[in-house]
């Protein structure tokens, strides 16, 4: 591959589009228990995720690489978050007011979806873009292109805002679609690139990966405004309450493994690909000195894929003196006793731990994740010896689970030490396999591609939604406060911490408020256990935590 030499051709104007990441409704009318913020409308809104849109900071530095191209871009997430009031009855009208005030002129516009609750918007995100732009090209592509084409264009392709649609990673795509000279004839014929009549006519599109990570540049960070993106981050919500100045990075593709419920691997795909340990360790410097960066956010599908390698980013890390949080939950197997010293010795003070399910036969059969609860109790404990805050990431509701599987799961959790289990109902992403076998068995609820993991989805002979909500919310209270690891052993300070983040997003969390007082007591602050169980007394009467005092026989208020 060569650089153009050709100066005199025209700039290409690209405007990159990331639509909301939560569907609008979700976003409009919040649910009791997410973060919210209330904008000078008067009302609360929930706050979407603003994590760096990693696919388009690559694309773009490898674009400008190789082309001559002006590259901008709008994340919906940051703009919904940020502004004063919301006066849209819809997404679409959202998108085509901000679209319709911009003040740049696009030859191509992109569209990236990574995420199935986000289907709709990418959709109307797409249809404002046309009505705004007539006669710019348009394309989409990320996660929900690449696994969802049919969806999008097969029942009406005649109407579709998208005149192709990428398969998989976009940076090669993009860099011949920009050298092409003639978009529509070069989606004709290009084998990552679905058009409405390639969908029609059989087309099997075919991935176009980059083999060696290192050709792409140091990505476009300068795209974003970083304090913008690090307002609501996923990450935060667990880490840290330090404020730090993060950065997303990802320093290898690809995951072998092939968890049901997962579809990572349709974009990626299975083989492992990795920048090397000097651009690494030159990116980092990069972050830190020229960015301002304190924390890196890791977002690699198997950062343990290659036990040297991870010592040798961590070693960097610590010499760096930067932060990291890992949001992906790390292979468990490879976290032994010196991993995680490597990765304490390296300032790391929390994990998410993707233990998955307590229950081996799920772990083995349903999602094809054969791993040992052994491993999951002795990494938990190994981390709270080191003064490793651990969130265990669990996954409730999978087709083929019966109500004896929960049972295990719920018992055999309470064996692994973790500090924090966050309860998520299986979703049948569109991608994976499990979205596949749920929808040839009719196990879908409703007409989606895949939920939010708050949502339970998936019905099947053994289970119902509301069963699986129910459960979800019943290990939730069982395993962080009833049955708390931090309190029975004795780690107060901690478990309050843990009760009180809660308190923050639900100020009635009549629970919380029982356990932090129960906390203060114990570590002798009287005032502050009477205030809590004063605000207990005040919210365990109400009709949603009646049923949970009485099943768990906490005290009713006289
Ligand atoms: C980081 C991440 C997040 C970040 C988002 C960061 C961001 N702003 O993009 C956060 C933490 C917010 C997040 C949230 C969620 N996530 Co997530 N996330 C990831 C993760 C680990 C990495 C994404 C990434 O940065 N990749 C690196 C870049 C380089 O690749 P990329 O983004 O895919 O972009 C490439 C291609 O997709 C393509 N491309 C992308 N856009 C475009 C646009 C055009 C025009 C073109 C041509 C090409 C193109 O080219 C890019 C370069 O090669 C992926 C797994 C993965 N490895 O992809 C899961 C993943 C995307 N997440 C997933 C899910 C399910 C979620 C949640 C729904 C989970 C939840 N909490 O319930 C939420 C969704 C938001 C919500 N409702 O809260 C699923 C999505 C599958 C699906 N069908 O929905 C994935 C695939 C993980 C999985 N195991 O299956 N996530
Ligand atoms: S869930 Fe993680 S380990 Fe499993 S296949 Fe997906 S990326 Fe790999």
């Known amino acids: 591959m060569s650089a153009n030499p050709d100066h005199e051709k025209n700039t290409m104007k690209i405007l990159f589009l990331v639509p ?3 569907p609008f409704g979700a976003f409009t009318n919040p649910d009791d228990n997410q973060r919210v913020s209330q904008k000078q409308d008067g009302r609360f809104y929930n706050l979407p995720p603003t994590d760096l849109p990693l696919g388009v900071l690559s694309m773009s530095a490898f674009l400008k690489k190789w082309e001559k191209v002006e590259v901008q871009l709008i994340d919906f997430n940051i703009e919904a978050v940020a502004c004063q009031s919301f006066d849209y009855d819809s997404f679409f009208a959202f998108a085509q007011n901000r679209l ?19 289907f709709q918007n990418f959709m109307e995100t797409g249809l404002a873009a046309r009505q705004v732009f007539e006669n710019t090209v348009i394309i989409g592509g990320g996660n929900i292109p690449t696994s969802a084409w049919q969806e999008i264009y097969l029942p009406t392709p005649e109407k579709s805002p998208f005149d192709a649609l990428c398969y998989g990673e976009g940076e090669l795509p993009m860099l011949e679609l920009v050298r092409s000279g003639n978009p529509f004839e070069y989606f004709k014929t290009a084998k990552s690139w679905i058009t409405p009549e390639k969908a029609c006519n059989g087309f099997v599109p075919q991935h176009t990966f980059i083999e060696n990570l290192d050709e792409i540049p140091f990505f476009d960070y300068d795209l974003c405004d970083i304090d913008q993106h690090n307002a609501n981050l996923v990450v935060t919500s667990f880490a840290t309450s330090k404020k730090e100045r993060s950065f997303h990075v990802m320093t290898s593709r690809g995951c072998p493994f092939k968890c049901t419920f997962c579809a990572s691997h349709a974009v990626h795909g299975r ?19 020229k960015y301002g960066a304190t924390m890196l956010i890791f977002q690699d599908d198997h950062f343990m894929s290659d036990r040297n390698r991870v010592f040798t980013i961590l070693n960097t890390l610590k010499e760096l003196d930067l932060h990291s949080t890992y949001q992906s939950g790390l292979a468990l197997y490879a976290l032994d006793r010196p991993m995680l010293e490597a990765f304490h010795a390296a300032g790391v003070r929390q994990l998410v731990l993707a233990v998955e399910s307590g229950s081996q ?7 094809k994740k054969p791993l040992k609860l052994e491993i999951s109790q002795r990494v938990a404990n190994d981390c709270r010896e080191l003064g490793i805050y651990t969130n265990t990431n669990i996954l409730i509701g999978i087709p083929g ?6 049972e295990d799961t719920r018992k055999n959790l309470r064996t692994i030490n973790s500090n924090w289990f966050h309860i998520n109902c299986t979703s049948p992403l569109v991608g994976s396999e499990i979205h596949a076998v749920a929808k040839k068995h009719g196990y879908i609820q409703g007409n989606t591609l895949g ?28 395993l962080n406060f009833v049955y708390n690891n931090d309190m029975r052993l004795g780690e107060y300070q901690t478990a309050l911490k843990g009760f009180e983040n809660v308190i923050t997003i639900r100020k009635d969390h009549a629970f919380a408020w029982f356990y932090a007082g129960e906390c203060h007591k114990q570590l002798g602050d009287t005032e502050q256990a009477a205030a809590c169980r004063r605000r207990y007394d005040q919210y365990a009467t109400t ?12 005290p009713f208020p006289e």
């Open 451 to 478: 939920a939010d993991y708050k949502v339970a989805a998936i019905e099947t002979p053994d289970f119902s939604v509301a069963h699986i909500r129910e459960m979800q919310y019943l290990l939730n209270l069982e």
């Open 401 to 406: 689970e019966t109500k004896e599987d929960i």
């Open 271 to 289: 083989d492992m690909r990795y920048h090397s340990l000097e651009r690494i360790r030159a990116d980092f410097m990069m972050l830190k000195e």
């Open 361 to 367: 036969r799920v772990l083995k059969h349903l999602m």
């Open 100 to 118: 319709s005030q911009l003040d740049f002129k696009p030859d191509l516009i992109g569209v990236s979806c990574l995420f199935s609750p986000a």
């Open 543 to 554: 009709s949603f935590w009646k049923q949970y005092v009485s099943k768990f026989a906490l």
């Open 20 to 22: 909301m990441h939560i």
